[in-house]
């Protein structure tokens, strides 16, 4: 049998291979995140490239918010999918989620700020 060049060695170097079926829906969970970063990130964009009637200084924070959400969602899919499949390996309890409280804070005060500037264009 070969060595497991898998990467990154401290979550592949550790513990037991789980049951495929778990790793696969980690992973599956994982991809859900990026396309979640896709959405945020194309949100933001258009908020701004748009001639919206919204508030343009409220706008662009909005727009600002989306695409730093957008750009931050990856790093923490990564980290929620490493530390998931690390605990799986190990036989612990799965790891609360990672970023959903920023993700749901960030998305909400988005909302706000479009609103707010709707109503005051």
Do not use: H, K, Q
Request: no cysteine; proline share 8%.
């Amino acid at each position: 049998m070969s060595p497991d060049t898998r990467r990154p060695r401290w979550v592949y170097g550790t513990g037991d291979e789980p049951d495929a079926r778990f790793s696969l829906a980690n992973e599956r969970t994982f991809l859900a995140w990026v396309r979640t970063s896709l959405a945020l990130l194309a949100g933001g964009v258009a908020l701004e490239a748009l001639d919206l009637p919204v508030e343009p200084r409220l706008r662009l924070a909005a727009a600002t918010l989306l695409v730093v959400l957008g750009a931050a969602a990856p790093l923490l899919a990564w980290l929620g999918w490493a530390r998931a499949e690390r605990a799986m390996r190990r036989g612990d309890p799965l790891p609360p989620p990672v970023g959903f409280l920023a993700l749901v804070v960030g998305v909400l005060v988005a909302g706000v700020l479009v609103l707010l500037g709707l109503l005051l264009s």
